[in-house]
C-alpha cells in the first residue's frame, strides 16, 4: 500500500503522462488525418470485431516463421493481458485495502495468469533481442540496393527495437519482482509459481522491511515505465499493438485481397490523380506507417526483392514512417509536405518492379497495403507526370487503337479456326447460358489460343450452352490499370460494361481463362456499374467434373505440378478447383513448397509482361520455375495465360524439361 504522498505524486506523473500522450497522440491523429478519403467506420460493431480477431489473431502471423511466431503469440497475449494486471496493480497500491478476489477461484486465476505471462513475455522478448541483435537473422535487414532513409539504415530500426525491448523486459520484469516480495512476505503461492521460487531464492533471508521496499520499487519501475513510455508510443514501432487493430479495423471492404480504388474522372475539382507526395495518400495508408512493425515479412514473401530488385514493401512503410517521425510536429501542425515520395519512400526501379502479386498484402500481420501505394504512385507519373518505362506506351497504344496490347488487327475469332465444331456469337446463340471471355492472350498470343480451345471443347463435350462476343470484346484493362495508366483502364471498361450489358451478360455467367480477366470482370467492374457473375475455367471444370457431365479416365497418372497465378489464388482464393480438376483427370499432384496463396509470381503481373524486367539478380519467371522442376513433375499446369508465357520461355531457357500446360489442355487429354 503507498503512503498519501506518494499516491499524490502518482496521480501528479499520471495527470503529466496523460497531457503529454494527448499531444503526441493528437499528432498521429492529425497527420492520419491529411490523408486523402476517410476512414472506415460504418457497420462499426463488425468492424470493431474485425479489430479485435485481429488483435487476438495477430494477424495470422503464424503462417509463416513458425518458432518466431509462436513467441511473438506469448508476447502479445501476454502483453494484453498486461493491461488488466496494471490496472488491478494501480487500485492495489492505491486503494487502501483493496485485494483483488482475494480467496476466490477467480483471484487465483487471475494471478496464475499474470504469473505465467510475466515469464512467457520475458522469454519471448529476450528471444527476440538475441535473434536481432547476436544471432543477426538475415531476414530482418533491407539489402543495401534498396532505398532506405538514412536514420532507418544507420540503425534507427535496431535502436527503436532495442528500446521496445528493454522497455518490456524493465517493466514486465519490476512487475514480477514486486510480486514475488509480495509472495515472501505473506507466504507460498500455489497460483504464482515463478514469483514463489523467486521468493524463495531472492528474498529468502530478506526482513519485511526490505521486502516492503522491493514491492515499492517494483511497483513504482513497472507503472512509472508505461506513464514515461506513452507520450512515445507514437514514436515507436511498438504502437502496432493498437494501430494494427485499428488499421483491420477502419480498412475498406475489398471484394479481392489488392482491390484498387477506382479514380473519379468526372469530378472536375480533383486536381492530382495518384500520389506525388506523402498526403496524396489515402488516410488509411498513413495509419499503415504507423502500424508497421518492421517486421519485413512482406518483403520476405516479395518476389521482386527476392530476386534482387530495388523493391521492398517494407522499406517503403519504413521510409514514410522515418519521414513522419522526422517531422511529425511540423506535418501535425499543417505543414506543407511536398517533397516527392520518389526522393524519400522509394526509388524509380522499385516502382516499376512490382507485378501487384499482393504478397506483401498478404503476408503483413497489422492489415499494410504497400502494392496500393505502388499502383498511386504509378498513377502519378503515368496520368500525371507522363513518366513511365518507354515499352508500356507500346502496350498504351495498342490498347487504344486496336482493342489489345498485343496491337494486333487480325480478328479475335481466329483462335476458334482450328476446332472441328462452330463457336457461335452472341447474336448467333441469343440464350447461352455461359459468356466465354476469350480475352487478349487468348484471342492473339498463340499458346494462350491453345487452352481457349481446350476450354471451349470442354464446354462443347460437355453440352453447355456458351457464346463468345467475336470482334466485339475488347481488353478489360487490367495491364492499363495495374501500369498506373487509370484513364485507360476507365474508358475500356466503359466500353466493355456496356458491350456486356447489350449482350444480356449480366444477366448470365462470365468464364474466362485469364485471371486478370476474371478479377477485373467481376470484382473491378462493379464500381463502375457492371455488375457479373464470373468463373475462373478451371472452376468451371471442376463444377462440370462434379455434375458428371464430364467423364475423364481418371488413369494418366502423370506426375504434374500446379502453378497458383497470384490473381486466382492469393487475389481470390480460389486455390481448390484448379486442384479438384487435375485430380479427377488422374494426375498425381506434386506440390511445390510455395502455393496456394503463398504461391511466387511468374513475374509478367502488375503490367510487367509489356516491359523489360526490372534489373535484379535473376528472373522470378526462373526463379518459380526451377521451383517447379525441383518438385520432379514431368509436367508444369498453370491457369493464367500470363503465367503460361513465362513459364514456357524458362522451360525452353533451361532446355525443355517439363511440358508446360494449361489446366484445361491437361483436361482435354483426360477425356480423349
Known sequence: MLTNTEKLLFILLVAISLMATYNTFGQMFRIVQRGQGKLNFDNLGQRIWNGFIALMGQGRLIRRRKLSSVFHYGVAWGFIFYFLVNAIDVMEGMITGFHFLEGNFLGDAFRFLADIFSVVVLVGVLYFLIRRFAAKDPVLSIRENVKLMPKARAGGVWQDSLVVGVFILLHVGFRLFGASALVAQHGNDAAQPFATLIANTLFANTGDFGLTVAWRVGWWVALGLILFFLPYFPYTKHAHLFVGPFNFMTAPERTYLGQVKTLDFENESIEQFGAASLFDLEQTRLVDAFACIMCNRCQEACPAYNTGKELSPAALEVNKRYHIKENMTALAAGTEDTLPLMDFAISESAVWACTTCGACIDACPVGNTPMLD?????????????????????????????????????????????????????????????????????????????????????????????????????????????????????????????????????????????????????????ELGGHYQTYHHTQLIADLVGKSKLRLNGSKLEKVTFHDPCYLGRHNGVVDAPRDALAQAGFQLLEMERSGSNSFCCGAGGAQMWKEEEHGTQAMSMNRFQEAHGTGATTLAVGCPFCGTMMHDANREEGSPMQVKDVAELVLEAMK
Not at 446 to 470: C, D, K, N, W, Y
Open 374 to 526: 505502388i499502383l498511386d504512385i504509378r498513377r502519378d507519373q503515368v496520368l500525371m507526370a507522363s513518366e513511365f518505362p518507354s515499352e508500356l506506351q507500346v502496350a498504351f497504344r495498342g490498347m487504344e487503337r486496336n482493342g489489345n496490347p498485343w496491337q494486333s488487327t487480325e480478328s479475335r475469332m481466329e483462335w476458334a479456326k482450328p476446332l472441328d465444331f462452330d463457336v457461335p456469337t452472341v447474336d448467333e446463340n441469343p440464350d447461352y447460358e455461359y459468356l466465354l471471355w476469350v480475352g487478349c492472350a487468348g484471342a492473339f498470343n498463340p499458346e494462350a489460343q491453345q487452352t481457349v480451345r481446350a476450354v471451349a471443347t470442354i464446354m462443347h463435350e460437355a453440352g453447355v450452352s456458351f457464346a463468345v462476343l467475336g470482334d466485339a470484346e475488347s481488353c478489360t484493362g487490367d495491364s492499363a490499370r495495374r501500369a498506373g495508366n487509370e484513364y485507360l483502364y476507365y474508358e475500356m471498361a466503359m466500353g466493355n460494361i456496356d458491350t456486356l450489358n447489350s449482350a444480356k451478360a449480366n444477366e448470365r455467367k462470365i468464364v474466362t481463362s485469364c485471371p486478370h480477366c476474371f478479377t477485373t470482370i467481376g470484382k473491378e467492374y462493379g
